[in-house]
C-alpha cells in the first residue's frame, strides 16, 4: 500500500478544497479479528502534522462557513442582546455572610462576593476576570468558605483539561496562602477551620482514587508533610468524592463504580479518627450516606430498584438494624435527601419529572412543592444553613425564565428571590407540550418541545432534535435565551427522553445500557421518525444534536439511517468507542466498563462492535455534519471526533458538508468566558439554520 503524504489534500494555499488525512494503516488483533485503523496517528499529539491537519480543517471549516459571518453577526447580537450584562445572583446565607456572584459589562467571568446580613458592604471574594488574565482558559472548581468566614478554599483549571488546583485564600487579608495541590476533586472543610480533606485525582487516568487531611497555611502538594493520606482505592473501576452532612457534624467519603459503591464516615469531632466502612460494597448494591440527628441515612436501591430511605444507628448500620423512613414507591425514583433541622427534602422524579417534597421531621406530614407547567425543571437551590425552616430552589421551563425562590417549608408560602432577566423576551409567545412517541418495542419514549406560537404543525417547520441518553443522566426540559433565536425561525426544539437516561427510573436506564445500548440508538431514530411522521417537521427540515456521549448517539445514528437527518451537530463526540475502550491508560477508561461493557471479553466487543460510530462508517451519503472538538479534553480526546471526521471524509458518498472544528485552547465544555460561548453557539446555529435553509 503507498501511504499518503502526513495531509495529503489539506492544500493550506486553498483551505476551499477538504483536507484529506493521510492513511496509515495500525494493525492489532483481538478475539481472533484483525483490525487496521488508518487515523491512529492522530493520537499522537506531539506529533506536527497532527496540528497541521487540525488547523488545516478549521482553515477548510471558516472558508466553507465564511457565507454566513453575517448569519453568525446577528446571531451573536440576538444572544447578547438577551442577557443582562451587569447583573447579581440570588444570594444566599452561609452564618452570618450572604453570598453572590454578580456579572460586569465587557467582563468574561462571574465575580464572587459577600456582605454581612443587614450591611451594604461588599467584599469581593474572587474576581475570577483578574483570576484569568494571562490564560486563554479559565474555569472555577470548588468554591468552599470556612465555617468562621475567614478562608477560602478554591480550585481552579487553566487548560481545559479539567484538572484542577486546589488554592487557599485570606479573606481577611486578601492573600493566597502558600497552599497549593494539584489534580484535587472534593474539598471538604472540617468546623475546625484549619483542616481541609481532599480527593486527588490519578494523574494518567484521571481517576479520583486518593483521599487526603491537609492541614492549611504549609507548603506542598500531596504527600507532603501538610497532606495525610487516608485513603486508596485500588479497585480501578471505583472513583472517590467527599463531603460534609449540613449539620457540619460528619464526614464522608463515597467510592462509587457505575453500579455499586460504598461510603465511609470520619466525624468531624475526632478528626483523627479511622475511616469507618458504613456497609461493605457489593455487586449490585448502591447506596449513599447522610447524618442527622445521630443516625445514619441511607438511600439504597436495595429490595428497591428506585430507591429507598432507611435510618440506622451509627454502631451497627447493618441491614438488620435499619428503619424504614421513605420506603419505595412504584414509578417514583428517590433521588437525593437534604436534612434541614426540622424538615427533609426529597428529590424524587416520577413520570419523567422533576418533584421536591417537603417532610415535617416531628409530625411526618409530607407535600409537594408545586409545579405550575406541565414540561419544567425544578431542584433545590444552594442551601448551606441547617437550623432553618426556608430553603431556595431554582425553577425553570422551555419557556419559562430560570427563577429563584425562598420556600418557607412550615407555612408552604414561597417568595420570588430572582428572576432571569431576558430583555425583550415574552415568554407568551411561545409554547411548550410533551408528547409521548411509541418506539419499535412498544416502549413509549416522552419528547418535550418548545416552539413559536403559530408555527405551522405541518411538517414545513425545521427542528433541532436533541438527546443524551446514558450513564442513567437527567436532561431536564430547562430554558435557554439563546435557542429564542432559533425558536424566532420557526424552528421546533425538540428533546427527546431515551433509554440509557434516567429520567424514567433504573430500568429506563438499563434499558440503555451495556448489553441493551442499542436501544438507546432505536429509541432516538424511532422518535425522529415520529416527529416526521406526526407532520411537526420533516427529514430535509431536521437537525440533529449531542454532546459527548451524546456525540457517540449522534455517530451512531447517521450512520444507521443518514437518510432520516438533513444535518447532525457531534459535540466532543465518544466515537472511536473500541480503541478507546481497549486502551486502560486513558481517562475514565476502566471506569466506563460498567456502562459499555469490558471488550476485552468477546461478547462485549461484538455487541458495541455493533455500534461504535468509528467502527461503522461506510460509503453512503450522510447528512450535513458538524463536528466540534477540542484539544485539551480530558473527558473524550480530541483525536476521537478528529478520526471520525477523517473516515467520514475518505468514504462518504455525495457533496453534503462535512465540517470539523477544533477549539485549540479549549476542554469537554468548550470555551470557558460567557462571550466566547456565544460566539460558539452562533456558529452552530448558523451552520443549523444553513442546513435548513432559514437563516430569516
Given at each position: 500500500?503507498?501511504?499518503?503524504?502526513?495531509?495529503?489534500?489539506?492544500?493550506?494555499?486553498?483551505?476551499?478544497?477538504?483536507?484529506?488525512?493521510?492513511?496509515?494503516?495500525?494493525?492489532?488483533?483481538?478475539?481472533?479479528?484483525?483490525?487496521?485503523?488508518?487515523?491512529?496517528?492522530?493520537?499522537?499529539?506531539?506529533?506536527?502534522?497532527?496540528?497541521?491537519?487540525?488547523?488545516?480543517?478549521?482553515?477548510?471549516?471558516?472558508?466553507?462557513?465564511?457565507?454566513?459571518?453575517?448569519?453568525?453577526?446577528?446571531?451573536?447580537?440576538?444572544?447578547?442582546?438577551?442577557?443582562?450584562?451587569?447583573?447579581?445572583?440570588?444570594?444566599?446565607?452561609?452564618?452570618?455572610?450572604?453570598?453572590?456572584?454578580?456579572?460586569?459589562?465587557?467582563?468574561?467571568?462571574?465575580?464572587?462576593?459577600?456582605?454581612?446580613?443587614?450591611?451594604?458592604?461588599?467584599?469581593?471574594?474572587?474576581?475570577?476576570?483578574?483570576?484569568?488574565?494571562?490564560?486563554?482558559?479559565?474555569?472555577?472548581?470548588?468554591?468552599?468558605?470556612?465555617?468562621?468566614?475567614?478562608?477560602?478554599?478554591?480550585?481552579?483549571?487553566?487548560?481545559?483539561?479539567?484538572?484542577?488546583?486546589?488554592?487557599?485564600?485570606?479573606?481577611?487579608?486578601?492573600?493566597?496562602?502558600?497552599?497549593?495541590?494539584?489534580?484535587?476533586?472534593?474539598?471538604?472543610w472540617a468546623p475546625d477551620n484549619r483542616t481541609l480533606f481532599l480527593t486527588t485525582e490519578d494523574a494518567v487516568t484521571k481517576r479520583s482514587d486518593k483521599f487526603w487531611r491537609h492541614t492549611v497555611g504549609s507548603e506542598g502538594s500531596e504527600g507532603s508533610d501538610a497532606s495525610t493520606l487516608l485513603y486508596d482505592e485500588k479497585d480501578d473501576i471505583f472513583d472517590v468524592e467527599a463531603y460534609r452532612s449540613l449539620d457540619g457534624k460528619m464526614i464522608f467519603l463515597a467510592s462509587s463504580a457505575k453500579t455499586m459503591g460504598d461510603t465511609r464516615y470520619l466525624p468531624t469531632d475526632n478528626l483523627n479518627a479511622p475511616l469507618t466502612v458504613v456497609i461493605p460494597r457489593s455487586q449490585g448494591h448502591e447506596y449513599s450516606v447522610d447524618y442527622d440527628a445521630g443516625r445514619l441515612y441511607i438511600r439504597t436501591n436495595k429490595g428497591a430498584k428506585d430507591f429507598r430511605l432507611v435510618s440506622a444507628p451509627i454502631a451497627t448500620p447493618d441491614e438488620k438494624n435499619w428503619k424504614e423512613v421513605i420506603p419505595a414507591s412504584a414509578g417514583v425514583k428517590l433521588e437525593n435527601v437534604s436534612f434541614f433541622?426540622?424538615?427533609?427534602?426529597?428529590?424524587?422524579?416520577?413520570?419523567?419529572?422533576?418533584?421536591?417534597?417537603?417532610?415535617?421531621?416531628?409530625?411526618?406530614?409530607?407535600?409537594?412543592?408545586?409545579?405550575?407547567?406541565?414540561?419544567?425543571?425544578?431542584?433545590?437551590?444552594?442551601?448551606?444553613?441547617?437550623?432553618?425552616?426556608?430553603?431556595?430552589?431554582?425553577?425553570?421551563?422551555?419557556?419559562?425564565?430560570?427563577?429563584?425562590?425562598?420556600?418557607?417549608?412550615?407555612?408552604?408560602?414561597?417568595?420570588?428571590?430572582?428572576?432571569?432577566?431576558?430583555?425583550?423576551?415574552?415568554?407568551?409567545?411561545?409554547?411548550?407540550?410533551?408528547?409521548?412517541?411509541?418506539?419499535?418495542?412498544?416502549?413509549?419514549?416522552?419528547?418535550?418541545?418548545?416552539?413559536?406560537?403559530?408555527?405551522?404543525?405541518?411538517?414545513?417547520?425545521?427542528?433541532?432534535?436533541?438527546?443524551?441518553?446514558?450513564?442513567?443522566?437527567?436532561?431536564?426540559?430547562?430554558?435557554?435565551?439563546?435557542?429564542?433565536?432559533?425558536?424566532?425561525?420557526?424552528?421546533?426544539?425538540?428533546?427527546?427522553?431515551?433509554?440509557?437516561?434516567?429520567?424514567?427510573?433504573?430500568?429506563?436506564?438499563?434499558?440503555?445500557?451495556?448489553?441493551?445500548?442499542?436501544?438507546?440508538?432505536?429509541?432516538?431514530?424511532?422518535?425522529?421518525?415520529?416527529?416526521?411522521?406526526?407532520?411537526?417537521?420533516?427529514?430535509?427540515?431536521?437537525?440533529?444534536?449531542?454532546?459527548?456521549?451524546?456525540?457517540?448517539?449522534?455517530?451512531?445514528?447517521?450512520?444507521?439511517?443518514?437518510?432520516?437527518?438533513?444535518?447532525?451537530?457531534?459535540?466532543?463526540?465518544?466515537?472511536?468507542?473500541?480503541?478507546?475502550?481497549?486502551?486502560?491508560?486513558?481517562?475514565?477508561?476502566?471506569?466506563?466498563?460498567?456502562?459499555?461493557?469490558?471488550?476485552?471479553?468477546?461478547?462485549?466487543?461484538?455487541?458495541?462492535?455493533?455500534?461504535?460510530?468509528?467502527?461503522?462508517?461506510?460509503?453512503?451519503?450522510?447528512?450535513?455534519?458538524?463536528?466540534?472538538?477540542?484539544?485539551?479534553?480530558?473527558?473524550?480526546?480530541?483525536?476521537?471526533?478528529?478520526?471520525?471526521?477523517?473516515?467520514?471524509?475518505?468514504?462518504?458518498?455525495?457533496?453534503?458538508?462535512?465540517?470539523?472544528?477544533?477549539?485549540?485552547?479549549?476542554?469537554?465544555?468548550?470555551?470557558?468566558?460567557?462571550?466566547?460561548?456565544?460566539?460558539?453557539?452562533?456558529?452552530?446555529?448558523?451552520?443549523?439554520?444553513?442546513?435548513?435553509?432559514?437563516?430569516?
Open positions: 500500500m503507498t501511504l499518503h503524504p502526513a495531509i495529503s489534500g489539506a492544500q493550506s494555499q486553498d483551505s476551499a478544497k477538504p483536507p484529506v488525512a493521510a492513511r496509515r494503516p495500525h494493525v492489532t488483533h483481538i478475539h481472533g479479528y484483525t483490525r487496521s485503523d488508518d487515523y491512529f496517528w492522530l493520537r499522537d499529539r506531539g506529533d506536527p502534522a497532527v496540528t497541521t491537519y487540525l488547523e488545516s480543517e478549521n482553515g477548510y471549516t471558516t472558508a466553507d462557513m465564511r457565507p454566513t459571518e453575517a448569519l453568525q453577526k446577528t446571531l451573536y447580537d440576538e444572544m447578547l442582546g438577551r442577557i443582562k450584562q451587569t447583573d447579581v445572583s440570588a444570594p444566599y446565607r452561609a452564618d452570618s455572610y450572604l453570598y453572590y456572584t454578580r456579572t460586569e459589562q465587557g467582563k468574561q467571568y462571574p465575580i464572587y462576593a459577600r456582605k454581612k446580613a443587614g450591611s451594604d458592604v461588599e467584599q469581593i471574594t474572587l474576581d475570577q476576570n483578574e483570576l484569568a488574565k494571562g490564560h486563554s482558559f479559565f474555569a472555577l472548581g470548588a468554591y468552599r468558605v470556612s465555617d468562621d468566614g475567614n478562608l477560602l478554599a478554591f480550585t481552579a483549571d487553566t487548560t481545559g483539561y479539567r484538572q484542577y488546583a486546589l488554592h487557599v485564600k485570606d479573606l481577611r487579608t486578601g492573600k493566597m496562602l502558600p497552599d497549593m495541590v494539584a489534580r484535587v476533586g472534593s474539598v471538604v433541622a426540622r424538615h427533609m427534602v426529597v428529590s424524587e422524579r416520577e413520570n419523567g419529572l422533576e418533584y421536591l417534597r417537603v417532610i415535617d421531621k416531628q409530625s411526618g406530614a409530607s407535600h409537594r412543592i408545586d409545579t405550575p407547567e406541565p414540561v419544567y425543571t425544578l431542584q433545590l437551590g444552594t442551601n448551606r444553613e441547617y437550623n432553618t425552616d426556608t430553603i431556595q430552589f431554582v425553577y425553570n421551563s422551555l419557556v419559562s425564565p430560570t427563577s429563584t425562590f425562598e420556600y418557607d417549608m412550615g407555612a408552604r408560602k414561597r417568595t420570588l428571590l430572582k428572576q432571569q432577566d431576558v430583555p425583550g423576551y415574552d415568554p407568551a409567545r411561545y409554547e411548550a407540550r410533551r408528547v409521548w412517541v411509541t418506539a419499535r418495542d412498544g416502549v413509549r419514549v416522552p419528547v418535550a418541545l418548545v416552539f413559536k406560537r403559530g408555527t405551522k404543525l405541518d411538517g414545513s417547520a425545521p427542528m433541532l432534535l436533541y438527546a443524551y441518553g446514558s450513564y442513567g443522566a437527567s436532561i431536564s426540559p430547562s430554558f435557554s435565551s439563546p435557542r429564542v433565536s432559533l425558536l424566532d425561525r420557526g424552528m421546533i426544539f425538540a428533546l427527546a427522553s431515551i433509554r440509557g437516561g434516567g429520567e424514567l427510573g433504573e430500568d429506563w436506564r438499563d434499558g440503555g445500557r451495556m448489553m441493551q445500548k442499542m436501544n438507546t440508538f432505536t429509541d432516538f431514530i424511532d422518535v425522529a421518525q415520529s416527529m416526521v411522521s406526526d407532520r411537526f417537521t420533516s427529514s430535509d427540515r431536521l437537525v440533529i444534536q449531542g454532546g459527548s456521549a451524546g456525540g457517540l448517539l449522534m455517530g451512531a445514528v447517521v450512520n444507521m439511517r443518514p437518510d432520516l437527518f438533513k444535518a447532525a451537530v457531534a459535540q466532543v463526540p465518544f466515537v472511536d468507542v473500541m480503541n478507546t475502550m481497549l486502551d486502560a491508560s486513558l481517562p475514565l477508561t476502566t471506569s466506563e466498563y460498567l456502562e459499555w461493557g469490558n471488550p476485552n471479553e468477546k461478547s462485549a466487543f461484538d455487541y458495541m462492535m455493533r455500534y461504535s460510530p468509528y467502527d461503522n462508517v461506510k460509503a453512503q451519503r450522510y447528512p450535513a455534519m458538524l463536528i466540534e472538538i477540542s484539544l485539551n479534553d480530558s473527558q473524550v480526546p480530541y483525536w476521537e471526533g478528529a478520526k471520525f471526521a477523517a473516515k467520514l471524509r475518505a468514504m462518504k458518498t455525495g457533496d453534503n458538508t462535512l465540517l470539523l472544528k477544533t477549539n485549540m485552547g479549549a476542554g469537554h465544555g468548550g470555551a470557558s468566558g460567557r462571550y466566547d460561548k456565544l460566539k460558539e453557539v452562533a456558529f452552530g446555529y448558523a451552520f443549523m439554520l444553513r442546513a435548513v435553509k432559514a437563516s430569516r
